[in-house]
């Protein structure tokens, strides 16, 4: 499970490279995390300004000092609200953050990358809420493996529509993310669901719904592994969530808590904002029906094989804009590449200015 020094420094060395993105603006003189002049003690985050938009722009938020996750594992945290507490004091000591939750829509779906005899696999995702500047985090932690996630600004920042110049608020992102990949070519996302609050209460250690994309991120090597890590959790949403996780084999897994238990439905190769699984009849119907459809009737007319052109045509056909006054806009929209651990990003609905991000050069010295 966990890298070796060779395989990470190849990975590290090789992981952004950006193309086609606007005025690029180094909020940060260095990469990696620095010391803050503050505080000697502290590290916080390089950040880069990425894009040059009006109003809200996306910024990359590298973390090469080791995070807090272990020590987060190793409290054994029961209680929803001391987790939230917890991260905060932790990753960002004397920083008066407040964590917000979210309630996101979303669109995931995956397929094969084209040509599909390769045997490799994309996804594609729409993060749906509402408007924000946001964090692409990058982790290089010291005991799991690197990734690239996304987080939404507004789940922690002071000034969510403005420069996230404190990089001490931005600490926390790591364990805010939404979706992300990591270099055993394991994606998560979460999506929210219509149903109620979820409380489980078995006595085992709690996770919210972002600390869950962390724990996978940073310690799952493939789908099965992602769920049985999550199974040893007591799941704690104040409304309803569910994950969708894929490996590059292209095995998926779809997460939902019905009633408080946890339930894995196998091989879907969509999800947007209902549920896949039985429910009571107690559940809501969800939402987000069309553009499901919109997503199938695109996937089978090229017979779920894409390519990242196609992947963003899809993309874009089933994201949400603002005339549609529905629960929010799309803010992000990624392909993720699970073979070669590489993603193209969009953001606010650029869908001309596609920022590439890669994992490395040559994926077979990290993935081999």
Known sequence: MRMTSSKKTAF???????????AAVAVTCSAGCILS??????????????TDYPEYNLYLAEYTHDDKLDDLLAEQITDAGMLSARIA???????NVRIKRPVPGCTVFLSYENPASAGQFLVGRNFDFSDTSCILVHTVPDNGYESIAFADINMYASDPAGDPANAGEALVSPYLCMDGLNEA??????????????????????????????????????????VALMSQYDANFTSGFQYYIADKSGKTAVVNYIHDEMTVTYDEKILTNFY????????????????????????????????TAKAFDILE????????????????????????GTADAVFQRHWNDI????????????FA
């Open 185 to 226: 070519g394991v994606f998560i996302a979460v999506l929210a669901a219509d149903g109620p609050a979820v409380h489980q209460n078995t006595g085992k250690p709690t996770a919210t719904a972002p600390f869950f994309i962390r724990l996978v991120l940073d310690k799952a090597a493939d789908a099965d592994e992602a």
């Open 12 to 22: 590290t060395k090789y992981f952004l490279i950006f193309a086609a993105v606007l």
């Open 37 to 50: 002049p503050e505080d000697p003690e502290k590290w916080t985050p390089a950040i880069t300004q990425l």
């Open 276 to 307: 896949l699984c039985p429910v009571p009849e107690d559940y809501p119907a969800g939402h987000g029906q069309d553009r499901y459809e919109t997503v199938e009737t695109m996937l089978d007319a090229v017979l779920y094989e894409t390519d």
């Open 355 to 366: 920022i590439d991000t890669s994992l490395s050069k040559t994926p077979s010295a990290v």
């Open 317 to 340: 056909a089933s994201a949400q804009i603002p005339e549609m006054e529905t629960l929010g806009t799309t803010q992000w929209s990624v392909v993720y590449h699970l073979g070669t």
């Open 89 to 95: 004091e932790l990753c960002a000591p004397g920083e």
